[in-house]
């Protein structure tokens, strides 16, 4: 009789030996996760003040769009400095203004074809470009990740080992600006 209770405390140990190594997993690849955001955004950061100088002096009547830009930046610079998965929201928020201040930026970029044809600031709305799609797959990959390690936390047998892990629900990217969500309208012209 004792051997059986033995054995059925070391089973119980294992298991939540195992249920506590699997939540820690589960939360460092959130966190990784939630760094490749990081990377992107930095490097979408570190591109607008590029596009801005390019344009600036064949811009100099579009000063509000510029500063719209520019303060949107900061916003969400500032607002990314303490990115970490219970507080993804006020990121996701500054980052969709600042999506929305950059798609006025571009439709007045577009405006000017005298710029358009201009090589570096085609290259770097070509960069700007990849960088959001590379952003939208890093989202992507984190809520993916982030979805398995709130679920994990909150099926039993596991759940009772969150507590003694710290698991602590990891907040979604998600997306609350209209804007955003909207279809993009594409139009054909014919030359």
Known sequence: MSYVLIIVVVIIAFWMIGAYNGLIALRNDTANALKQIDVQLKRRHDLIPNLISAVQGAMDFEKDTLAAVISARNSAMTASAGLDPQHVGAVAKAEAQLTGALGKFMAVVEAYPNLKATTNVGQLQEELTSTENKVSFARQLYNDTATKYNTKQQ????????????????ELWEIEDAAERAVPKVEFRRN
């Open 155 to 170: 099926q039993f047998p596991t759940n009772l080992v969150a507590g003694v892990a710290n698991a602590v629900p990891a």
